[in-house]
């Protein structure tokens, strides 16, 4: 089978109308400055983790915003918090802190 | 009559120029540089009708050929300031001189590329500027870091722009078409090179951009990939690695060019952030500050004193020719007021 990268989700429709956003804006709050991600790239491409294995940060992120949480928790024990992401990032987005902030919203909502 | 400064050569400091003097006004221009529009001469062809830099050279030389300018060229002005009843202007010799109004036209300059060390420009020779690329194309010799003609050329947007940790957050504007417009040199001039652009946003605002951006993916097969670069590194055999995420395939991206072309953004020019210091008119970033962008934006806020062209903000040349013109009406109605005063 080929792998098209996108493990984190089955190929369906988004539906915007449906998603609950309430965990994105409590991520918004807790680390305001990923208002400003516009996207680039940048993160994951620099990002330690990727290099051994599929993780990107971007698309974990991306999942987020988009209100889709399924398998990201899981996805997150990739990240070794190494910073390297926060370093590059143009719009100055803080990614140490809000993958922190991800990681704890998820583990709440799980428990 | 009455007496205007302009302080630079540029095309926005020549076309005011041109267009008091035909108006009636003594005019004079003051360029740092021995020679005017230095920052045409770098380059070959200006989108989007790819004329020849050089018939703009000559157009806007022609026009100081008038007795109502004297040139000075060689005088870099240091400080400007307004002395009760005129402006007065010292250069860097301690030399002075005196107008009824100042044009300030002291554009810009582009972004020192070596600030961003992770894509190693003065350290690979295979990592150049959009301007190195500029003089390459003019001189018909596209060459790798072995001398050699390149098989794979790429361009990065945004290098100083976009970007906080460069500190500008603005857009410098003319980058994303400019990137096009060599593109397509790249592949005219090699025909077997492939030309890939990494973009964030691909920004065709002005007229014949987007048709220019078609034709580069329809009649030059150049490729454009979205996501960017996040480090280079130099290869063995003097090639340079790249490192990107595919933002729309959302994997991860790597691959070798012969050459990486640093799209540097637009800064203002040292001239500029002096003397938009030294007037207090200096804005965000160290451009000039104008009143109102909708209304007043030759105007700085100072009476008899204005600003035009790319020492206000990234501009095309066309635009800052435009804006000159503006400029020029803004000054002759000034004059015409002191007149009265008078
Ligand atoms: C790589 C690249 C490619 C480009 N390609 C195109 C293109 O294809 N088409 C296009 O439309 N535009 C292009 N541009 C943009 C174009 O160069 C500018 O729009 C244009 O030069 C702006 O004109 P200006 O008169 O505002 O400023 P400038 O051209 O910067 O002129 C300002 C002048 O002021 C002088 N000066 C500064 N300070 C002082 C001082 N204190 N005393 C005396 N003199 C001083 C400077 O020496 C300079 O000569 C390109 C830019 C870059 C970087
Ligand atoms: S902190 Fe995590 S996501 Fe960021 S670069 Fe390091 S491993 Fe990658
Ligand atoms: S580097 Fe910053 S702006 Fe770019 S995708 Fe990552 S978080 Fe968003
Ligand atoms: S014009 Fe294009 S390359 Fe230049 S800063 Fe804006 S988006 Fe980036």
Redesign the pocket.
Request: aromatic share 6%.
């Given at each position: 089978m080929i792998d098209f990268g996108f493990a984190l989700k089955q190929t369906r429709q988004e539906n915007l109308d449906k998603v609950s956003l309430e965990k994105y804006h409590k991520l918004l709050e807790l680390e305001p400055s990923f208002k400003r991600c516009f996207q680039c790239g940048n993160c994951s491409a620099t990002c330690s983790a990727r290099q051994f294995t599929d993780f990107s940060i971007r698309r974990v992120h991306t999942s987020f915003r988009r209100g889709e949480y399924d398998g990201l928790a899981q996805e997150l024990r990739k990240c070794m918090l190494c910073g390297k992401c926060t370093l590059v990032c143009p719009r100055g987005v803080n990614l140490r802190s809000l993958i922190i902030n991800m990681r704890q919203i998820l583990d709440e909502t799980e428990k | 009559m009455k007496k205007v400064a302009i302080i630079g050569a540029g095309p926005a400091g020549i076309e005011a120029a041109s267009i008091l003097a035909r108006n009636g006004v003594e005019v004079t221009l003051f360029e740092k540089s021995e020679t005017p529009l230095k920052n045409l001469q770098d380059k070959a062809f200006l989108f989007p009708n790819f004329q020849s830099a050089q018939e703009i050279i000559d157009d806007l030389s022609g026009k100081l050929l008038t007795d109502r300018i004297t040139t000075a060229f060689g005088v870099d002005i240091a400080d400007v300031k307004w002395q009760g009843a005129e402006w007065k202007l010292v250069d860097s010799k301690e030399q002075t001189y005196v107008a009824d109004a100042v044009l300030i036209a002291t554009g810009y300059q582009v972004f020192d590329a070596h600030r961003k060390e992770e894509l190693g420009y003065g350290i690979y020779k295979g990592v150049i500027t959009s301007l190195d690329m500029e003089q390459m194309i003019k001189h018909g010799k596209i060459l790798n870091a072995n001398g050699d003609e390149p098989k794979r050329v790429t361009f990065l947007?945004?290098v100083g722009?976009?970007d906080e940790k460069s500190g500008n957050h603005y857009?410098?504007?003319?980058?994303?078409?400019t990137?096009v417009k060599q593109a397509i040199e790249v592949r005219k001039q090699l025909p077997k090179c492939e030309a890939s652009v990494f973009?964030?946003?691909?920004?065709m605002w002005g007229q014949g951009f987007e048709e220019m951006y078609r034709t580069a993916q329809e009649k030059y097969g150049v490729s454009f990939v979205r996501g960017r670069i996040s480090e280079a590194a130099g290869t063995f055999d003097g090639r340079v690695q790249l490192k990107s995420e595919d933002t729309l395939m959302g994997l991860p991206l790597k691959m070798n060019t012969d050459l990486l072309v640093l799209?540097v953004?637009m800064e203002a020019s040292c001239g500029t952030k002096v003397l938009g210091k030294a007037c207090d008119i200096s804005g965000d970033y160290g451009f000039i500050k104008s009143v109102n962008p909708h209304l007043y934006d030759n105007e700085t806020g100072k009476p008899g004193l204005f600003a035009a062209g790319t020492c206000k903000r990234p501009m095309s040349v066309s635009d800052s020719i435009n804006d000159a013109r503006s400029a020029a009406l803004a000054i002759k109605d000034y004059l015409d007021t002191i007149k009265i005063e008078n």
């Open positions: - | 947007q945004c722009s976009r857009c410098s504007k003319i980058c994303c078409v990137a973009y964030m946003d691909l920004r799209m953004g």
